[in-house]
């Protein structure tokens, strides 16, 4: 087989206006995660209604992530992502428009901050089949490190200047322009034209919508390295939420970081900024190591940065060790969504996907945020940041365990 003659990925028009539709759109909602509850705090004083907007990021994959992937499965996915982007576009605009009209209710902000994650899982639903249909399966990981990499750039940068545009313009003023990157989104999608429709299904009767649920629950269930790679996924997005729920905390008690210092600051953004050296990485790792074997050494990295993370007392150590883990983090992440890509058929990339992101991002996340806070009430912060560590630590038992079986019974294993 030859890679040599394939063009690379800039090359690719349908590829790079798909890079620059997640880019501008990352961008918007990166001001917009900053803007949102600053938005709903200036109108209500609610710290639970700020905390209820936070929990919208990821309440849709419970609601709605089984249906979201059975959806992009049974339309074309171009289609539906220009749809959702649209849909995103003007529910975010109708928070301006209230507020111009002066008939703005931090309910409607709520209600709009569940609907825009909502329409994003449904968009996610269609990305996982439509990057393969752009670039082959054999560019899919330097495809999905371009697209995370980028992600993670225009989030710190976003961030960064979400709270001088707050300042300038009021969270309305910021939530326009996250409308107007999901319209740029959306043409820039469009431009996408070396993708073809899906065909209708061949069949002489679709299957129901259950049973198209059932398919793609039965596939994931039913592919032994993809199964232990969902779970090894779960553990490592709770660990993401007990580290990012924590962190503030961390910093206050243990490493001297008090109230409006800005090394806090410093400290969220190595561990983003680790996403940037993790989307280098991985293309080089993934042509040295296979998926699963490659979780064999990243896993145990990832566990013992975190002990240094949760046992020193030097921000700048701490900081470092953020960065580095960050990229182990992210090196996981991405090298198991390209390994589901590449394993699972077209047909069922939706369903696939979307429930093993359910599982990590729908439950992990919160439920590790949950635990952290938990234990740090009631054992000490330490304690809480250790769940990270722990967390990690099992996902690595989990995949040496399973490569130790294959090991003692290929035959079995075949």
């Not at 918007?28 to 995660?33: H, Q, R, Y």
């Not at 999901?182 to 299904?201: D, E, H, K, M």
């Not at 990243?298 to 007392?313: E, K, N």
């Not at 996907?353 to 990590?360: A, F, I």
Request: a positive charge.
């Amino acid at each position: 087989m030859s890679t040599t003659q394939a063009p690379p990925l800039r090359q690719i028009i349908g590829f790079r206006n798909f890079w620059l539709s997640r880019a501008v759109s990352g961008l918007g909602s990166a001001i917009t995660t900053v803007a949102l509850p600053v938005l709903v705090f200036q109108e209500s004083r609610s710290p639970f209604l700020v905390s209820l907007v936070a929990a919208a990021g990821t309440l849709p994959y419970l609601a709605f992530g089984l249906i979201a992937g059975a959806v992009a499965d049974r339309m074309d996915r171009r289609t539906l992502m220009i749809v959702t982007d649209c849909l995103s576009a003007l529910s975010l605009a109708s928070i301006p428009a209230a507020w111009a009209l002066d008939v703005l209710t931090v309910t409607h902000v709520v209600v709009v901050a569940f609907l825009s994650s909502s329409l994003s899982l449904f968009f996610d639903a269609g990305v996982y089949g439509f990057v393969p249909d752009i670039v082959g399966k054999d560019k899919l990981t330097q495809a999905n490190s371009a697209i995370y990499g980028a992600e993670t750039v225009v989030r710190i940068a976003g961030n960064a200047v979400a709270g001088a545009l707050i300042a300038l313009m009021n969270p309305v003023g910021t939530l326009a322009l996250d409308a107007l990157s999901f319209a740029c989104s959306a043409l820039f999608i469009r431009a996408v034209t070396n993708v073809a429709s899906r065909p209708a299904s061949s069949g002489d009767k679709r299957p129901g919508f259950r049973e198209s649920v059932t398919e793609g629950l039965r596939f994931l269930a039913g592919h032994r390295t993809l199964r232990t790679m969902t779970v090894v996924g779960t553990l490592q997005s709770f660990s993401g939420g007990a580290i990012v729920g924590q962190l503030v905390v961390f910093a206050d008690r243990v490493l001297g970081i008090h109230g409006s210092d800005g090394r806090i600051g410093l400290l969220y953004m190595a561990w983003s900024a680790g996403g940037i050296g993790g989307s280098l990485l991985l293309p080089r790792l993934r042509k040295r190591f296979d998926a699963f074997p490659l979780l064999l050494g990243v896993l145990p990295i990832g566990a013992l940065l975190g002990l240094v993370v949760v046992f020193t007392t030097d921000w700048r150590i701490s900081l470092v060790a953020l960065a580095a883990w960050g990229t182990a983090y992210l090196v996981v992440l991405v090298n198991t969504m390209t390994y589901s890509q590449e394993v699972t058929p077209s047909e069922l990339q939706g369903r696939v996907n979307t429930t093993r992101r359910m599982l990590s991002s729908g439950l992990g996340v919160p439920l590790g945020a949950l635990v952290a806070s938990s234990i740090t009430v009631s054992v000490g912060i330490r304690a809480g940041m250790a769940t990270a560590v722990i967390s990690i630590a099992l996902a690595a038992v989990v995949v040496w365990a399973v490569q130790l079986r294959r090991l003692l019974s290929p035959v079995a294993e075949a």
